[in-house]
């Protein structure tokens, strides 16, 4: 069985002072803050080419428009350069990362495979950058609060019962640092909560909810990261209490979420290291369906390089090593790889002219023997950038969902149907993209791609609708297939005065396969839309974004909809969405006070079983900073 991708991408930037990869889109700290953002996922409000889909607003599936979140999210997580693995059920959600936002330096989003530090993200990374923290003592942080109106609740499709209206927050982060020259210590502190469900609709929904106190998720999360002499150690946890939305089982699990990960690094050239470990559990609390799934799921990945410098040109080797296991069930069933990997990139060209740099590694998953490939030419003046990855290695290089099944895993005695039990032992991705930039003030970016893939193997799901109950039943297979995706996208950024910036924006992605699999898996096909920046002094700014999201729906909702229209609403091909932040400053940068309202335009409608939609959105959130040291306020 064979699946074959086939990506054609076509970027069109006109920017102004903004750093872009090839499709790579940078938002700094004032994007966030100048944006509202509370939450990680709040970043999807400010992409541009990735999309993504939540049942109770508060986990988004996130995948760059083009790929599937549902089956097989496979985009990576950088924090400060080292890879951390969110996969959960075959899930990343990025709210349970133990983080704080204020101390979020830039966020970069690549929609298109990526060399970072050795690591080929072949599906795309998102990445984090900390701040660094200023000499002396500080101390910043923010906190907010908002309701949601127009939410049809956890995967709840009907038109009676009242509007629903939900409570984001309180959310709040702080950290705490202080910084000498060469060296730094940091602490910090996350809380959230999301109460998904206003207890007046609640006998109307899923019976799970009956067996909670309150409906509602609640987040906390403790921190600490360092540096001395060119030693950094970075470690984290997060506790979730959970309503945990399962894809596979068209069900929600109340669950405690626990997240951990340690990094620890150094970058002397002679001899580095990095070192990351991440650990996430579910543990199933009591519910009246005696519904459980318990994993734990624990990542550790080592690597070792060296550079040596060969005049104007260098040559780095590197060589890493990673152990994981999953461990499920109360019988600990249990699921463990290990993969070894030695990598050589060769850098050869002066800043001024044409550069290049190549990078090859082999790889040992299981057992199997894989090989990557990584290559880019570029020339900053000229402004070419041209990249090629080839990549055959085996599944089991990471842990899917697939694979689990295979193993015997069935979270909540979820039905599985496997169309194909052998399993191939590789699987393959070919890529090529190929950028031109032009331009000082206004610049013009073009780029286009072309990705093929081979023996990828997803799970497809089939629901049906109870409407007696209001909840989904639902069924997965294990299939291979095989398609092709074109994608082709366009950005301009203009700033029209000193205080006046608009950008606008379309990316537009079409799958076409024989196979029902791969078309299945592909809901978000086109986004459209535009943002403006007004900020007439150094005190007050506004920033508003429209967009069109074009989609389509699960056959199975559009069914039951046409069959029984006064009881399901469906819905439209695409939605119209506004947002618009309001922000006042306060003695300098000491404080900020912002107001955010989001909107569907279109009408109350209500999203697919894999996905609800909030109406209208409305938050406050205050920002602070304060530093006591040689080097001012912040």
Not at 147 to 161: H, W
Request: charged share 20%; with cysteine.
């Amino acid at each position: 069985m064979m699946l074959c991708w086939c990506r054609t991408t076509l970027c069109l930037l006109i920017a102004a002072g903004t750093t872009m990869g090839v499709c790579a889109q940078v938002l700094t700290a004032e994007d966030l803050t100048r944006a509202g953002v509370l939450r990680l996922s709040d970043i999807l409000e400010l992409a541009d080419d990735w999309s993504g889909s939540s049942t109770e607003g508060y986990h988004w599936d996130i995948a760059p428009l083009g790929t599937s979140w549902e089956a097989s999210p496979e985009w990576s997580l950088f924090i400060d350069g080292q890879l951390i693995s969110l996969r959960a059920l075959n899930r990343q959600s990025l709210n349970t990362v133990p983080i704080a936002l204020s101390e979020i330096c830039e966020i970069r989003l690549n929609a298109t495979p990526v060399l970072i530090n050795g690591v080929l993200a072949h599906g795309g990374a998102v990445q984090i950058t900390m701040c660094k923290s200023p000499n002396g003592l500080s101390l910043r942080g923010q906190v907010g609060a908002g309701n949601e109106t127009g939410d049809p609740g956890p995967y709840k499709y009907t038109d009676r019962g009242g509007s629903n209206v939900d409570r984001t927050g309180p959310t709040a982060d702080g950290a705490l640092s202080v910084s000498s020259g060469n060296w730094h210590y940091r602490g910090m502190v996350a809380a959230d909560e999301h109460h998904v469900t206003d207890p007046r609709i609640r006998p109307r929904v899923l019976q799970l909810y009956r067996g909670e106190k309150d409906a509602r998720i609640i987040y906390r999360a403790l921190g600490f990261d360092g540096s001395s002499s060119g030693f950094t150690v970075n470690a984290a946890t997060s506790w979730t209490e959970d309503l945990l939305f399962t894809p596979v089982m068209g069900r929600e699990i109340p669950v405690d979420r626990q997240t951990t990960f340690v990094t620890m690094y150094s970058a002397r050239r002679l001899l580095g290291y990095s070192i990351s470990g991440i650990s996430t559990s579910l543990t199933t609390r009591e519910n009246p369906e005696l519904i459980f799934t318990d994993i734990v799921q624990q990542r550790t990945h080592a690597r070792l390089h060296s550079m040596i410098s060969l005049g104007i040109n260098s040559i780095e080797f590197g060589a890493a090593w990673v152990f994981a296991q999953a461990q499920f069930g109360p019988e600990e069933l249990r699921h463990t790889l290990y993969s070894y990997r030695g990598d050589a990139t060769l850098s050869l060209g002066p800043p001024d002219r044409l550069r290049m740099r190549t990078m090859a590694a082999l790889s040992l998953d299981d057992r199997i023997l894989g090989y990557e490939l990584f290559s880019r030419a570029w020339h900053d003046r000229i402004g070419l950038d041209l990249r090629v990855i080839l990549r055959n290695r085996a599944p089991a290089a990471e842990m899917t969902f697939a694979d689990w099944a295979t193993r015997g895993f069935r979270p909540g005695n979820a039905e599985f149907r496997f169309m194909d039990l052998d399993l191939p032992r590789r699987r393959s991705t070919y890529s090529l993209d190929i950028a031109w930039t032009a331009g000082n003030q206004v610049k013009l970016y073009l780029s286009g791609g072309l990705r093929r893939l081979t023996n990828h193997v997803r799970p497809r799901m089939h629901a049906l609708l109870d409407s007696t109950r209001t909840r989904l039943h639902a069924t997965t297979d294990i299939v291979a297939a095989s398609g092709q995706i074109a994608r082709a996208s366009g950005r301009i950024h203009m700033p029209l005065t000193s205080q006046f910036t608009v950008k606008l924006y379309g990316v537009y992605a079409y799958p076409w396969s024989d196979a029902d699999a791969f078309r299945s898996a592909w809901y978000h096909r086109m986004q459209i839309g535009g943002q403006a920046e007004f900020h007439p002094n150094d005190r007050f700014s506004l920033n508003m974004r429209l967009r069109y999201v074009g989609a389509t729906t699960w056959s199975e909702f559009e069914e039951a909809a046409a069959g029984n229209p006064e009881f399901y609403t469906t819905r439209l091909p695409g939605a119209v969405y506004l947002h618009l932040t309001v922000q006042k400053r306060f003695w300098g940068e000491r404080l900020r006070l912002s107001a955010t309202m989001r909107n569907a335009l279109d009408h109350a409608h209500l999203a697919h079983p894999a996905g609800a939609r909030t109406h209208a959105l409305f938050q406050v959130a205050m920002r602070y900073a304060f530093q006591a040291g040689n080097a001012g306020s912040s």
